[in-house]
C-alpha cells in the first residue's frame, strides 16, 4: 500500500501573487551584494554560501522549502509519495521544462543529477551529503523516478532539496570542466558571465516553467566590506546586501529609503581545531585556546548588542534540541588567563608543543568572520601562545580547508560558518560524523571521529519519533562539545536590507535570495 501525498500545482496555490503583478512594469536590473565571491558555478564543487545563492537562480530543485512554514513543497517533483515503510520514495517530474539551452528535463537528468554526486571517481565534496541514506535512484519512465533509501529516514528531504538537476546529454558532450564555467541550469535564470572579484551576471530565462521572471539582468558583487555595502545600498549601486555592520543596522533602522527584512539566524559560526596535528589533537590545547577568549564580551562588542548572539551549542536556540541551558551551564569554559597559561605550559613540558609555536587562525577576509578571528588571536596572545590571524580570499581558502596536497592540513585553526535549516540532523550529521570525516569534505573540517557519536546520530537518523530523536542529538552534542573540537561562537541576526527601487521580496529563512520562484517574482522601480 502506497500512501501518496499530492500538493497543488504551483501556478493555483500562489495566483494571489499574481494579481498584482499583471500591471508590473518587467525588465531592469537587480544588483546585489555579497561578503565572498562564487567559488563554483557547479553543485557538484562544493556548496559554500555564494555559490550556492547563484546556483539557485540557475538551477530547479526537485522540492523547496516554504521560508513561512519550512515545509516541503513541490518545485520539478510536482507530487510525491510513500511506501508505508518510508523506503522508497517515488516522485512525479513536471511537465514541459527545458534546460537553458532547450533540451528538455526528463528522469534521466534527475537521475544523472544525483549518479554523478555519489560517483566516487568524481571525489565531488557533497558526496557526504547522500552516500549514507541514499541506495539508488532509478529512473521509472520520463517523468517518475524512485529514490529508494538503505533505511527509513525521516529528514532526507533536507538533502533532497539541496540537490541541483543538469542536463545530463550536455554535460556527458563537454565535461564537467567546461561545463563548470558555462553553467546550464532550468532555472528562472540564465548564466552570462563571471568576472572574479568583480561581477556575476545572469540574464532573465523567458523559456521560465514557472512564470516568466520580472526582472531582465541580475548582477552579483562580491563587497568583503560591509561598511562599503551599505554606502552603495544607500547611493544605488546595489539594490540589495544579506548582512550588515552593528552600526550601519542600528544607523538604518531609521531610514525612510531602505528597508531592513529580518529573522532569527540558522547559520552557525564557530571556532575550530585541526585534529590530525599536535598540539590540537590534545584537549588540554583546546580548552586554553577556549579560556583565552570573553566570548560573549567579543560578541557583544563586536556586534554591539544588536545583530548576533553568543553560541553555546551547534543548534540555533529556537531550534528542538539545542540544549542551549545546558551546554551553557555545564560545558562552556569562562575566560580565565590564568587556567589557559597553565594548560599551555603543561603541553610544553610534556614535549606535546614548543614554547613559542606559531598557531595560525585561518578565516575568510569577510568582517564577520575576521573579527572573531583578531578577538580569538588577541586572547591566546595574551595567554601567552603566539598566534597570529591569517585572513584569506576564498577562493585560495577552500583549497587550505579542503587540505589540498596536504593530508595533515596546512592550517591549525579556522574560523567559518555552517548553515543548516530546520532539523539537527543538517548540522550534526555533516560536521561530527566520521563518515564525513574524509580528506575533500567540506562539512567535517577537523576530521572529528568519535564511535559513539556515529551511533547517535545514526540512531537519530533511523528514529520517526522526534521526542526520542531529540534526546539522541542532546547526547550526542554534549559528547562533541565537552571535548571542544569546535568553540562555538555566535549566531547572527539574518538581515536583508533592499533599497527603495525593490518590490516583492521575501526574506528567506534558509539565507538564499529568491528572486523568482513559488512565493515571489521580484521587481525593480524604474
Known sequence: MMKRTTLLAVGLVFFAFSIGALSQTEGGTFTFALAKDAVNMDYIDGDDHSSSTIHHLIYDQLVQFDPLTLAPTPEIASSWEWEDDQVTLTMHLQQGVTFHNGEPLDAEDVVYSFDRILD???????????????????????????????????????YIAELHIVPKDLLEDVGREEFGQNPVGSGPFKYVEWI??????????????????????????????????????ETGGIDLMTEMAPPDYIRLRGSTDITLLTASGSTYYYIAFNLTKAPFNDIRFRKAVYHSVDLTGAVGAVFQGSTATRAF??????????????????????????AAQSLIQELVDDGIMEKDQEVVIWTPTDDTRRNLGTVLATGMQQAGINARIQPTEWGTFIPVLLRDGNPEGDWDIIVLGWTGNSDPDNYLFPMFHSSNAVLGTTSNLALYQNAAVDVLLDQARREADQAIRESLYVEAQRIVLSSYVHIPGFFKLLINAIGPRVQDYILDPQEYVGLCNQWTNVWVRN
Open 120 to 158: 566516487e571517481d568524481n571525489a565531488s565534496p557533497m558526496r557526504g551529503k547522500f552516500a549514507e541514506w541514499l541506495e539508488d535512484v532509478v529512473a521509472v519512465d520520463s517523468h517518475t523516478i524512485q529514490i529508494v533509501h538503505k533505511f527509513p529516514f525521516v529528514s532526507s528531504f533536507l
Open 196 to 233: 572574479k572579484g568583480e561581477r556575476l551576471v545572469l540574464e532573465r530565462n523567458d523559456a521560465y516553467w514557472m512564470k516568466k521572471p520580472n526582472l531582465e539582468r541580475v548582477v552579483m558583487r562580491p563587497i568583503p566590506e560591509l561598511t562599503v555595502q551599505a554606502l552603495e545600498l
Open 313 to 338: 551549542g551547534c543548534l540555533p536556540g529556537s531550534l528542538w534540541a539545542s540544549d542551549y541551558g545546558y551546554l551553557r551551564e555545564n560545558v562552556a569554559l569562562e575566560p580565565n588567563l590564568g
